[in-house]
């Protein structure tokens, strides 16, 4: 995909859990379908190269525009949620801070619970689908490669993602919270995706493999899962005598309606009911019985206990290295810029040998050529003279040597 490649046109369109409750943020997420139509309409809107982020906690699109309007108008053109509304809850940043902000992100830092290790796995799906399709430049490639290997170091160089915290543990600790045992419970979860697996291991280590009963809308998919951890599976169509049964229920799916609502619930009922999708899969409805427990990623993120303040000793050594892949970065960026100057000095420092050296130094050209160009791409990387200047310089320090 061609079009613009300067940071300056670099934008990131959001919005996330700090303003936008899960109501709201399921409006504006995107399921495959709509990410293909995204990237499939992004040229009609001037969006020359992009990929899109959507989550239980956010929704991101990354992209090169002229202005960040047409990023936004582009979303809500393939989402529930409209323009106006997002534009009051958005974040919008451009640039540095555009790039500050995805190294954030993919390090955990921006994270509903600190260090949330899950939000890579994401990154590189969403990713891979615009690359994918065509939808990424080399300034995108190279980023993401760059904040791939930031995130890496981070977690193998501190303990920002030390301890056992994610949304799926938070939800194993509410169950802990309002239960004085797993025993005789009857658990159903709902969805065998990244959090919805996680959930199964979980839950598998503090109840018995034959309370836990697996249903997602591919039952093949439900079925391999219930294979390797020994629990039970059971077809989509079951969901309803399962519900009923079941004392403990943790969605996370991403349906676009909810998949249980107060018609599925009656008065009576004593169960724990855990909503890990956005948009929510369980009617807030539900909550008008009694004996009906909910909670959503937004109730869960609110759980903390001494993993979490660990973790928060480790955000300093977190951002210093973030900040060394962010200038490895500019670097590269920085000599991109510089490519058509060197191309053209390279070419001048050959006709200049051409002209004026004798045949013993025709012979040394080429190594001659590339010495001063090192040492311009060299001023070039550490000093903020213009293009221009070092050129000249390169030049006139060439013939100086050439005719001595």
Known sequence: MEGLTSAADFWVI??????????????????????????????????????????????????????????????????????????????????????????????????????????????????????????????????????LQSSRSIRSGTQLSGGTVSVAFAAVQFIRNHIKSFDHKQILILGSGEIGQTACRNLAALAGKDQITLINRTEEKARLLAEELGLRAAPLEALSGYIRKSDIIIVATAAATPLITVADLQEGDEKILIDLSIPNNINADVQQYKGIVLANVDDLSRISDETLRKRQAEVPKAKELITCHIHEFAEWYLMQQ???????????????????????????????????????????????????????????????????
């Open 14 to 147: 959001g919005i996330n859990y700090r303003k936008a409750d899960t109501a709201l943020r399921g409006s504006y997420a995107i399921n495959e379908r709509r990410y293909e139509a995204i990237l499939t309409d992004a040229e009609h809107f001037g969006v020359s190269a992009l990929f899109v982020l959507s989550t239980c906690n956010r929704t991101e699109v990354y992209g090169f525009a002229a202005q960040p309007g047409q990023l936004i108008d582009l979303l809500c053109r393939h989402t529930e949620g409209g323009a106006d509304t997002f534009k009051e809850q958005a974040y919008i940043r451009n640039g540095n801070e555009a790039l500050n902000h995805i190294f954030n992100v993919a390090a955990g830092l921006d994270s509903q619970i600190l260090g949330d290790y899950e939000i890579v796995g994401q990154m590189k799906q969403a990713y891979a689908f615009a690359r994918d399709r065509g939808c990424t430049n080399s300034f995108l490639d190279r980023l993401f490669n760059t904040v």
């Open 338 to 404: 510089h490519v058509p100057v060197l191309k053209a000095v390279k070419e001048k420092l050959h006709a200049l040998n051409t002209q004026l050296a004798d045949a013993r130094l025709q012979d040394d050209d080429k190594q001659a050529v590339q010495k001063a160009l090192n040492t311009m791409a060299k001023k070039m990387r550490t000093e903020e003279q213009r293009p221009g200047c070092n050129y000249i310089e390169t030049i006139h320090h060439y013939l100086k040597q050439t005719v001595a």
